[in-house]
């Protein structure tokens, strides 16, 4: 296999000029998809006859924990590639995700909660879905704090990796842990095997703020990582040229 | 449809409204966050080099 575009994508100035030309191409599809979610899910969808119009706020709560998971995953991959193979842009990519991945998680709690207290009758259970996200949050805000408190940037690539990597344990006791356990949280209705558990006027929003989270997480991680790539690369000489232009 | 039905929510409007409210936020503050991050890195290095320019 010819490995030259991988070489290619992982050179800074290279990586630096793409990310901002691919920026809109993730951005723009993203609002419409969220714009137009909002609205199936909000006025479209028809009311749910257990739950009635509260079922709506899973239309931000699904699609938020799926992002802290996803984000979680994409750091974690990074972060061993760059821990492997020492390329410095995946350690970029790892340290850009981790405050989107942490806001994502906190938002799936802060939802669950709001749905939680008129369908469950409380604010909060110490149920396995839920602690595992709120160790999930925890992780991510560890992984922060990692960085913030080491100077020397490489050492802080590499301590901020090891943590990241062990977390990723937690992933899968989070989907899990629904089956697992005997959760208060419900079971999956989309992710799992067969036809999802939801009639399709209900479900196409909820599908279309799926895809418009994760693209908007592409926009805002390759914002994140030009500015986490110029940080890095402060004294190289193409980025006075770039800079200058 | 009227609003006034729509806003209520069928009585959970003090759940619904909420949630979507602080989603929205939270996206909105991600997008300003990333780009404010990479403006400072833009400001902080063209300082950097009119500096180094400075001294030579």
Redesign the interface.
Known sequence: MNWTWFHKLASPPHFYRLAGRMTPWFGWPAFLL?VVG?YGG??LAP?DYQQ???F??V???AP?AWMSMFIYATMAVAAAIGLIWRIKLAHAVAAAAA??GA??A??AL??GS??G??MWGTWWVWDARLTSELILLFLYLGFIALRASIDDRERADRACAVLAIVGVINLPIIHYSVYWWNTLHQGSTITKFGKPSMPFDMLWPLLAMFLGFTL?FG???L??L???V??RE??ASW??EE??R | ?NLAG?LA????AV??W???G??LI??I???R???R??????E???R??DSSRKQV
């Open positions: 969220i909002l909000l006025v009311p009635g119009d509260a709506r706020i239309y931000v709560h938020s405050p989107v806001w994502f906190f938002a802060a939802t709001l749905w207290k008129p908007y926009a805002v991680l914002t994140r030009r500015g986490e110029i940080r402060r004294d980025l006075r800079l200058a | 449809m729509f929510m069928g009585g959970y759940y619904v909420p949630s979507f602080l989603t939270l996206l503050h991600n997008v966050a990333a780009r991050y990479h403006a400072s890195a833009r902080q290095a063209l950097r080099i």
